[in-house]
């Protein structure tokens, strides 16, 4: 969920600097869910990820001037839509963190970009052109690499099917990420960002606490303030996401999500001890190709658009 650029603001560098900072303090956050997730359920984990970020969020709003009006909503249902799949794909990757590596959990996360491009043709009639779907298509055969190991579940050994039931949850977290941003996209038309971020952490609140049933658990003092940390850090990074795209182009600042899969490597291997297969390095290359020639394919249709606009504008 992104804003749009104020051209007035535009500072590059500044844009990528707030990027990078949101993925470095994204991954700080998964580091603390994962260290938590063989504890704590993904639903209760859910739960102080949203709590936890609210606080931060409605200072931003005070301190954007936004206090007054970031509450007001034309579209609840709307909102609620967003809440329901975005709290899916967060339930869901929890659920992976404590399944799989950490490199793998991010590679397998890379095709929710991709598969926004279907699913904004599908449901806001977007035209996706000839080499945006051959990129997709690339990018998806990348994430095959990356599951590959995990798709025989039948003749395997127990731990080995524990993670591909990890690997299809990442999968359909991944689904349910490519629907929270296209619903966010039509979102935009009518809302506010600040009341975008601010209902989908209180949506998705309330609709944790109905996993309450399922078997939620005392976390020790270590897990809960891990948890509490980890909702002040996504907190603190879905604004320095949004902050980034108000200082720059998409097409700029969108490549160094792609940052993730390196710090990922780091944290798992310092953190957890994990080292990356080569099917999963392979696979996230594949991926990353794909997703970054979507990113560069876009970012020159709109130049030419741009051009386009130019020529047709009278001179006076």
Known sequence: MVAAM???????????????AS????????????VASPHVPP????????LFAMPVIIAWLWHT??????????NPMGHLWRGLVGCSAMALSFTALGLL???????IGYASPLLVTIFAA??????????RLGAVALGLAGVIVVLSPRLSVLSLEEATKTETV????????????????????????????PTIVFYFSLTCTVLSLLTIPFGWVMPTW??????????ILGGVAQIFLTESYRHADAGVVAPFEYTSMLLSIIVGFAVFSEEPTVTTLIGAFIVVCAGLFIIWRERKLGLERGKSRKVMTPQG
């Open 43 to 50: 639903g209760e984990v859910v739960f102080f990820r949203s």
């Open 65 to 74: 001037h936004h206090l007054h009006d970031g509450f007001s909503t034309s």
């Open 222 to 231: 270590q897990e809960a303030l891990l948890l509490v940390l980890a909702g």
């Open 166 to 193: 990890g690997a299809m949850a990442m999968l359909l977290a991944a689904v349910f990420m490519a629907l929270a941003t296209v619903f966010t996209r039509k979102l935009t038309q009518t809302e506010k960002t």
């Open 101 to 107: 590596p950490l490199p793998e959990v991010t590679a």
């Open 6 to 20: 104020n051209p007035q603001s535009a500072n590059p560098l500044r844009g990528i600097l707030l990027k990078v």
């Open 23 to 34: 993925v470095c303090i994204f991954m700080a956050m998964t580091t603390c869910i994962k």
């Open 122 to 131: 599908m449901f806001l009639g977007e035209t996706v052109r000839i080499y």
